[in-house]
């Protein structure tokens, strides 16, 4: 489905025409213009394999195999632009998905433990000076939250920032105390 959506881009911009480029140099894709061409058939994968040994990897995290099984089927969509990616972390708007990710599964608990170390380091060292926080992109608020409960919070300022609105009023509730 993707390499007959390929030739009908009149332009490829941005991460997919960096890496048709690149497989076009590596000798994979051969290139002609602004159409890309693998010069031989893949074998196809064995998907129900690759899914299980997906799951096994992840099964310490069902809410990421579960949105990579979503991916899937979507990718060619996303990559052509005629999808965003965001429906895939945020589908059909609910941030029940990247919420789970952000803030349940154990890489981002250690980011942001990591985060909370780097931050309580900075203030313990910095004695009663004032603290202005900048977090550009915050999102779902998962980073935030860990980190507040070890801010002065007389001494600090703390900025929130997103593209989307949707994204600034979810977090003006969820972390208003």
């Given at each position: 489905?993707?390499a007959?959506q390929?030739?009908?881009?009149?332009?490829y911009t941005?991460?997919l025409g960096?890496?048709?480029?690149?497989?076009?140099?590596?000798?994979?894709?051969t290139?002609?213009?602004e159409c890309?061409?693998?010069?031989h058939?893949?074998p196809a994968?064995?998907?129900?394999?690759l899914?299980?040994a997906?799951?096994?990897?992840?099964a310490?995290a069902p809410?990421?195999?579960?949105y990579?099984?979503?991916c899937?089927?979507?990718?060619?969509?996303?990559?052509?632009?005629?999808?965003?990616?965001?429906?895939?972390?945020?589908?059909?708007?609910?941030?029940?998905l990247a919420e789970?990710?952000?803030?349940?599964?154990?890489g981002?608990?250690y980011?942001?433990?990591?985060?909370?170390g780097?931050l309580?380091?900075y203030?313990?060292a910095?004695?009663?000076?004032?603290?202005?926080?900048?977090?550009?992109?915050?999102?779902?608020?998962?980073?935030t939250?860990a980190l507040?409960?070890?801010?002065?919070a007389?001494?600090?300022?703390?900025?929130?920032?997103?593209v989307?609105d949707?994204?600034?009023?979810r977090?003006?509730?969820?972390?208003?105390?």
């Open positions: 489905e993707l007959a390929l030739h009908i881009l009149p332009t941005g991460l960096r890496w048709l480029r690149r497989l076009a140099a590596e000798g994979l894709l290139a002609e213009g890309f061409a693998a010069p058939s893949l994968p064995d998907l129900a394999a899914a299980a997906a799951q096994e990897q992840l310490d809410m990421l195999f579960d990579v099984e979503r899937g089927p979507r990718l060619a969509a996303v990559l052509t632009g005629a999808l965003s990616g965001l429906e895939t972390l945020f589908p059909g708007g609910s941030p029940v789970a990710i952000y803030q349940e599964w154990a981002s608990r980011y942001a433990n990591l985060m909370r780097v309580g380091a203030v313990a910095h004695g009663l000076r004032p603290l202005r926080i900048l977090e550009v992109g915050a999102g779902t608020g998962a980073t939250a507040l409960p070890i801010l002065p007389a001494r600090t300022h703390y900025d929130f920032t997103d989307s949707l994204f600034l009023s977090a003006a509730a969820k972390l208003a105390a």
